[in-house]
């Protein structure tokens, strides 16, 4: 190394890269980048499998939350269709509460009732009241 070059090369930070002087510099510079290269390549292909694991893990997370929603939707569907028949079921029901009361309003409409002889109006208004 000349006297005017000393101070601009640094240390190799690499400990396996090979220091050199004169016509072994060549020789050394060739073989410090294929070492440097080599542990490139290992450092992007680790790289490159901490990814592909970190992709794995998602892609798994993923397809689970894609099932747990695809139940979901089921469980939906299944829900809809259950209020459904509870709907129709409340409609059914209504239609025979509004009958009933429709019955017991032209019962009241008509007023006391008078029985036989032997009963009198008042019995008839109480026992109307009685719900007999």
Known sequence: ???????????PQSPH????????????????????LHEMKQMFDSDIDLAQTEIQAVTTRVQAMEEDIMGLCQEENSMGHTLCQLQSAHTVV???????K??????????????????????GLTSQKAGI
């Open 94 to 100: 209504q239609t025979k509460l509004d009958t009933i």
């Open 102 to 123: 429709d019955h017991s309003r032209q019962k009241k409409s008509r007023g006391p009732r008078y029985y036989r002889s032997d009963r009198t109006a008042t019995a």
């Open 17 to 36: 890269l090979l220091q050199a002087e004169g016509d072994d510099l060549a020789s050394a510079t060739k073989c410090n980048i294929r070492q440097l």
């Open 1 to 11: 190394m000349r006297p005017e070059d000393q101070g601009k090369y640094q240390q």
